[in-house]
């Protein structure tokens, strides 16, 4: 299993040393545009092998895409994080031709890949490489729900003063301040619903507080956060290449899915050897359901900012 990984920034470095850890990749590269970095990247990474019990090999590449050649997955995090204050989608302007330039030369040297998008506006850049390149939509899936999950989760223990392990809960949704939705109704504390041990006005502020979960951490590190991120794609990657069927919130191209269509917006999907191989359709409660379709108006915003 060759898992390439373009960017060797924050969330890259985190993503491939979350996968080296977990040991069930052959190899992976990382790729980044900035001379030697992916290459020292990969080498201070080698050296945690023998510390951490890895076997995995670390190959690092400066824009060397024959490195990533025959390719099982590839992870796209290249491109700017925000800056307190930003939106996400402020970020299109610069991330769109990068994501466009990286997504065409990863499918030139692994046309068989499945590419898992990160880097921001999440959702529209997933949909920009269904635009770039000829993968089958079931190849193609974007990160973001699956951190929104483990933030919704973590945000639910601290309410309840419980231990995370007891918590289970989902956020849907586009990857956006705004966007997220996450879950409450359906939200568990080992299988008992959250809303009996939590107010509804205290479940209104965990909600709130996950939504802006990323801007939290951007505003207090000065950029955006990177170990959660990295764990969720690696959780995505484990995922797919030990074709768990595993379910996560990702961003897939829906074609009437939860009544929507041509976008890529967070739903549940099932995980395994062929990328998303099904998705959930999750009954929603009325608000849920209003919420979700005023998400979707908004990532259909920003995809119109794409230059097709
Ligand atoms: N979807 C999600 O849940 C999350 C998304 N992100 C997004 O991930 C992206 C990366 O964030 P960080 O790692 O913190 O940023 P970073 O600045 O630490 O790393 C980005 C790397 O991309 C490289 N790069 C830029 N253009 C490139 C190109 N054409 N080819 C190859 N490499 C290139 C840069 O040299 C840099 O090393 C941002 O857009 C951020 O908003 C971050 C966290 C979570
Ligand atoms: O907040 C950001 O800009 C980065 C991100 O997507 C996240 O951490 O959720």
Not at 9 to 33: H, Q, R, T
Not at 39 to 60: H, P, R, W, Y
Not at 165 to 176: F, L, Y
Not at 230 to 258: R, T
Request: some cysteine; proline content about 4%.
């Amino acid at each position: 299993m060759k898992v390439t990984v373009v960017g060797a920034g924050a969330v890259g470095a985190s993503c491939a040393e979350y996968i080296a850890i977990k040991n069930f990749a052959s190899e992976v590269v990382i790729l980044d545009i900035k001379e030697g970095y992916a290459e020292g990247k990969a080498m201070d990474l080698m050296q945690c092998a023998s510390l951490n019990s890895f076997d995995t090999k670390i190959v690092g590449s400066t824009n060397d895409y024959s490195k990533t050649a025959g390719s099982d997955i590839c992870v796209i995090t290249s491109g700017i994080p925000r800056k307190p204050g930003m939106t996400r989608e402020e970020l299109i302007g610069i991330n769109a031709g990068i994501v466009k330039t990286v997504s065409s030369s990863l499918v030139e040297h692994s046309p068989n890949t499945i590419i898992i998008v990160v880097s921001n506006p999440m959702d529209t850049m997933t949909y920009l490489v269904h635009q770039t390149t000829d993968l089958p939509k079931h190849k193609i899936i974007g990160m973001g729900g699956a951190l929104d999950s483990a933030r919704f989760k973590y945000r639910l223990a601290e309410a309840m003063e419980a231990p995370i392990s007891d918590i289970d809960g989902m956020v849907i949704g586009g990857h956006s301040d705004k966007g997220m939705v996450p879950l409450t109704s359906h939200a568990t504390r080992n299988s008992i619903k959250v809303s009996e041990f939590i107010s509804e006005e205290r479940l209104n502020q965990v909600k709130e507080d996950t939504k802006v979960g990323g801007a939290t951490l951007t505003k207090l590190l000065g950029t955006s956060a990177w170990y959660a991120p990295g764990a969720a794609v690696s959780a995505l990657v484990q995922a797919i290449a030990c074709d768990q069927k595993k379910m996560f919130p990702c961003s897939a191209l829906l074609e009437g899915e939860y009544g929507l269509s041509n976008l890529c917006i967070g739903v549940p999907v099932l995980l395994g050897r062929n990328g998303i191989e099904k998705i959930i359709d999750v009954p929603l409660n009325n608000a849920e359901k209003a919420h979700l379709a005023e998400s979707a108006e908004g990532v259909k915003k920003t995809n119109g900012l794409l230059e097709l």
